[in-house]
């Protein structure tokens, strides 16, 4: 059974940097297709970054593109996201996400889910 467990996110202020980690167990990420979601208060869980098994193909969502990055760890079997500049607009939940194939953006399509990570941005 595949299980994600996120860690990283905390109270910054905007134009700071965070680093989130999804460690996964049950599953190797050179075999999954990996992302992350996110959601804000009293919105729908958005789509932020995936790649797929091999990372050669990343995807990301216009509001945070050149500001994260998606990337891994094999040996440690992680999948992390870098947030640099963050805004306030960034605050929510984020999500780790995994799935055996790839779909696209749409959070159904995604079986693996982990607890998710609060990220506060500040102004």
């Known amino acids: 059974q595949v299980q994600l467990a996120e860690s990283g996110g905390g109270l910054v202020q905007a134009g700071d940097s965070l680093r989130l980690s999804c460690a996964v167990s049950g599953g190797a990420i050179g075999g999954l297709v990996t992302g992350w979601f996110r959601q804000a208060p009293g919105k729908e869980r958005e789509f932020v970054a995936s790649a797929r098994w091999s990372f050669r193909s990343t995807y990301y969502a216009d509001s945070v593109k050149g500001r994260f990055t998606i990337s891994r760890d094999n040996a440690e079997n992680t999948v992390y996201l870098q947030m640099n500049s963050l805004i306030p607009d960034d605050t929510a939940v984020y999500y780790c996400?995994?799935?055996?194939?790839?779909?696209?953006?749409?959070?159904?399509?995604?079986?693996?889910w982990g607890q998710g990570t609060q990220v506060t941005v500040s102004s």
């Open positions: 996400v995994a799935a055996p194939i790839y779909t696209g953006i749409n959070p159904r399509s995604y079986p693996y």
